[in-house]
C-alpha cells in the first residue's frame, strides 16, 4: 500500500515535475536545436526519458512509493481501459475541445503550432507523446498522488485534487479544460481497478487515436 501524502507534499512533487518539464524543454529549444539541429529531437526524446527516470527514482527512494506497473492486470480493467479510451476521444476531442477551441483562440492557434512541431518527426513524437507522457503522468498524477492523497483524505477529496493537478500540467488553456476532465476519468478507472497498467493502457490508447488523427489529417477526411 502506498504511503500517504498531504496536499503540499503532492503538489511540491507535482511542481517539481512541471519544473523538470521546462528544464528539457528550455534543453531542446535553448540547446540541442541551436547545437545540433539535425539531432535535436532524438536528444529531446532521450532528454525526456532520462528526466523521468530520475524523478521517479528520487521519488521511489523518498516516499518508498510502490510502482507496481506490471502488477495485476485485470481482464475487465483492459476492457475499460479501452472504452474510457475511445469515450475520451470522442468525449474530448469530437466534442467539447471544439467548444474549447471557439472560446480561446489564441490558445487554439498556439496548439496548431504544437502539432506542426510534432509532425516534423512523427516517430519521435509518437513515443513522446503516446509512450513516455502517459507512463510518466500515470505513475505520478495517479498512482504516487491520487494513491497517496486517498489514505489522508478519502477517494473523492483526493479525485478532484489530482485531477486539477494534472490539468494544471499542460501549458494550453485548451488542453488543461481537457486534461481536467480526462484526469477524472482516468483517476476513477484507477479507483475501480487498483492498477496503473490499466490507467497507462488508457491514456496512451486515448493518445493515440489523437495523435493519428491530428498529425496525419488524412485520417478525418470522409
Known sequence: MNKGIS??????????????????????VAV????TPSHAKLLNVFSIA??????????KSKFHFQIGIVNGIPLEGIFLAIGCAVAMYFLLDQFLDPVFEGMLPGSEDRYQETLGHLRESPVLSFIQVCILAPVMEEILMRG??????????GKVTALLISSALFA?????????????ICGIILGLLYMRTDSLICCIAAHSGYNMISYFTMIFPFFNKP
Open 168 to 180: 494544471l500540467l499542460h501549458f494550453n488553456m485548451v488542453q488543461t479544460l481537457s486534461a481536467l
Open 7 to 28: 496536499i503540499g507534499e503532492g503538489a511540491l512533487w507535482v511542481l517539481a515535475w512541471f519544473g523538470v518539464m521546462l528544464l528539457y524543454t528550455f534543453l531542446d
Open 32 to 35: 540541442w536545436r541551436k547545437i
Open 50 to 59: 532520462l528526466c523521468m527516470g530520475g524523478f521517479l527514482s528520487l521519488l
Open 144 to 153: 504516487f498522488l491520487l494513491g497517496g492523497l486517498s489514505v489522508n483524505y
